[in-house]
């Protein structure tokens, strides 16, 4: 009888695991079927996350998503962008809500093993800075003594803020906001001293400034900020798609394969741009996609270089140069994994 019931009960949670495991794997079916994917952007970041007055999405991020919307549907415009708050995004992924998270969010150990999610890649590796007025007389983070710091709830900005006051032995008082928006628009107010958020952030949000030139970014980097897309825990063939995006991404960069010369590099001798675009192995199947699903990403968005360059880098208002968002031939962190 004990075995009986033993054996039943097994027999129940085998079937509960099979049960989670296969509603686990329905992302990519899902946004097949609605035809379009949901991405969770920023409220408003210039060069990452920021609608215009059309509606009209344009960021590092925003590229992200339409290079997986161009992957799965060779539609770069198939995907609804949903703009969230820091506080409301990880909830937003988790409920389903959206597909993919492609908002600036570090990626740190609490995050990917509490909240049940995944991060599949860094596309952004930065760090946590400060910004004053140039009247306040302030050339180092470690001036900022007494000083009342604008920061965002719900971010990493927190408890670094703590973590470097504390470790400089000095005080502070924090005025927090849950948007970043509102967080900027009371600095530029002069409602604290100093805004702290991540670096490029920084640069992104004195250009919102009533008088951006009135404005500084301190030198001190406080924090490492590896930032980076999010994915449901469970659902590996989505993982896997978002990862090799990214990844297709910077091997087109390392290999120079460019959105201009993507169909002349069709008919490379190179097995590695073979490889990527689709022309020798199954490598996009092995994914749940089509075979020139890299091709797509490179002919609609670009590699990762030029997506860097329009949104974050000298060809965009922030001008914002590689640093450790180079790649590694080039003396910086990005390395594209590779396909083979």
Same mark, same amino acid.
């Given at each position: ?86 506080? /409301?995004? #990880? $909830?937003?992924?988790? =409920? +389903? ?5 492609? *908002?600036? %969010? ?86 604290? /001293?100093? #805004? $702290?958020?991540?670096? =490029? +952030? ?5 250009? *919102?400034? %009533? ?130």
């Amino acid at each position: 009888m004990k075995k009986a019931i033993a054996s039943i009960a097994f027999g129940l949670m085998a079937a509960g695991l099979i049960t989670t495991g296969a509603s686990a794997q329905a992302t990519l079916a899902s946004v097949k079927q609605k035809g379009y994917l949901t991405c969770g952007a920023n409220t408003g970041l210039a060069g990452f996350g920021l609608p215009d007055a059309q509606g009209n999405w344009t960021g590092l991020d925003i590229d992200f998503c339409r290079a997986i919307a161009a992957a799965i549907f060779d539609d770069p415009t198939k995907v609804r962008f949903i703009p969230l708050a820091a506080k /409301d995004r #990880f $909830t937003a992924l988790q =409920s +389903g809500e959206v597909d993919v998270l492609s *908002r600036n %969010s570090t990626v740190t150990m609490s995050r990917d093993t509490q909240l049940g999610l995944d991060f599949p890649a860094v596309n952004y590796y930065d760090g946590q800075g400060f910004m004053v007025r140039k009247k306040l007389g302030v050339s180092s983070a470690k001036e900022l003594n007494g000083a009342s710091i604008c920061t965002q709830q719900g971010t990493t900005t927190e408890l670094n803020l703590a973590d470097y006051f504390r470790a400089n032995n000095m005080k502070y008082e924090v005025v927090a906001f849950a948007t970043s928006d509102e967080t900027f628009k009371a600095y530029d107010a002069g409602r604290c /001293d100093a #805004f $702290t958020t991540d670096a =490029s +952030g920084l640069y992104a949000e004195r250009l *919102r400034a %009533s008088n951006p030139d009135d404005h500084i970014v301190l030198p001190e980097i406080i924090s490492k900020e590896p930032l980076g897309p999010a994915v449901r825990h469970g659902d590996n063939q989505w993982a896997d798609i978002v990862r090799w995006t990214f990844n297709a991404m910077l091997n087109a960069e390392e290999l120079g394969v460019t959105k201009a010369n993507v169909d002349q590099m069709k008919s490379s001798d190179n097995p590695e741009i073979k490889r990527l675009l689709g022309t020798e192995g199954k490598f996009g199947e092995a994914i749940g996609l089509t075979n020139d699903w890299a091709y797509r990403i490179i002919k609609h968005i670009g590699n990762y270089g030029e997506s860097f360059e329009r949104n974050v880098g000298e060809g965009s208002k922030l001008k914002i140069k590689r640093g450790q968002n180079a790649l590694w031939t080039k003396g910086g962190l990005q390395y594209g994994l590779p396909i083979r």
